[in-house]
């Protein structure tokens, strides 16, 4: 008789031994979650924050290597002023936070997206907490922010042409003049709030993700949320093209 139960074979629960090594979320669906309630949108991006929060401790709880969200698009400068501020707001409060807690968590975390076109003092906060988590092993952390998929393609083409005059790109150098630069691609894409579309989220990334799709909006996002996702994509057959 067994006496111990190893974590993998609890019922409902992912397989801890063949997890996803990179998770990416679209965190979708703050604005409708307020609105449901009563609530300014932008107590929503409050709510929403704290899930990240804790999911991206469950993510380092659990083991997994690579956790990236999707924060603000470059499209989402297109809202009114009142709410990118609340979402610029909310971002310099986690980074005084985290850089506050860094010794606790340890977490490694890094921005993707171009900065400069944030506020001098979130660049500053935003290259210290990368500069100074950067020694931290066990799960990293991608922040998208003022993050589009075709401006990053764009961006990287550019950069290449200038190094380079003239001569052809590659996958993989392509792939070197990206954000994501040194990060494996994402195994798992989720998108809550029940859309059903990238909205240029890591375009070039994503070639050969698993999509998971929930109509959960983001503030409601648990940690079962999170093993639903997980064990969905243990159930999927990766054949990249190939034949099993
Ligand atoms: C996601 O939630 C957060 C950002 C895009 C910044 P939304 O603000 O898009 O929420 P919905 O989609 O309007 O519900
Ligand atoms: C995608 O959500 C961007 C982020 C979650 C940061 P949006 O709410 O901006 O996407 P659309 O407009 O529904 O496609
Ligand atoms: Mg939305």
Redesign the pocket.
Known sequence: MKLFKSRKNEAGRPDFDRLPRHIAV??????????KRGLP?TA??AA?AEVFRKIATYCKDIGIEYFTV????TE?WK?PAE?VEA?MKLLEKFLGEALQDMEKNRVKVKFLGDITALSEDLQKLIAETEEISKKYEGVQVNLCVNYGGRDELVRGVNAWIKEHPGQEITEEVLDNHLYTAGIPEPDLIIRP?G?YRLSNFLMWQSAYSELYFTDV??PDFTTRDMDEAIIAYQSRDRRYGGIK
């Open positions: 679209i965190m979708d669906g703050n604005g409708r979650w307020a609105k949108r929503g991006h929403g999707y924060a603000f698009s989402n809202r709410e979402i709030s859309e909006l983001w």
